[in-house]
């Protein structure tokens, strides 16, 4: 198991841009898939983009694509989604999550894979 904190999250003008971070504690980041899960009030939880072991494979939700990059830092044990050009339907509760991956390359946009969350980060972004 591994513990998840995400930050970064705030209110921000359509059009803007922020960094989500995610830092983990317990266990090494290295050998976990990592994805950036979101939720909006009244709606379930959206798969917004991940990212394999090694970091050579990325994917997106294609809401997201061209806005979005996710990256990790092994060494450091984080994950980051950088976002670009927000848009007031982004806005939403972003959750950082791990999934035990055998493969170095492997990745899924399976919401119901992911095994450890985060308590979340708000993210408003204003008409």
């Known amino acids: 198991q591994v513990q998840l904190v995400e930050s970064g999250g705030g209110l921000v003008q359509a059009g803007g841009s922020l960094r989500l971070s995610c830092a983990a504690s317990?266990?090494?980041?290295?050998?976990?898939?990592m994805g950036w899960v979101r939720q909006a009030p009244g709606k379930e939880r959206e798969f917004v983009s991940a990212?394999?072991?090694?970091?050579?494979?990325?994917i997106y939700a294609d809401s997201v694509k061209g806005r979005f990059i996710i990256s990790r830092d092994n060494a450091k044990n984080t994950v980051h989604l950088q976002m670009s050009t927000l848009k007031p339907e982004d806005t939403a509760v972003y959750y950082c999550?791990?999934?035990?991956?055998?493969?170095?390359?492997?990745?899924?946009?399976?919401?119901?894979?992911?095994?450890?969350w985060g308590q979340g980060t708000q993210v408003t972004v204003s008409s």
């Open positions: 317990g266990r090494t980041l290295s050998g976990f898939a």
């Open positions: 999550a791990a999934r035990f991956a055998y493969y170095s390359t492997a990745v899924t946009r399976l919401v119901s894979q992911y095994t450890d």
């Open positions: 990212i394999s072991r090694d970091g050579s494979t990325t």
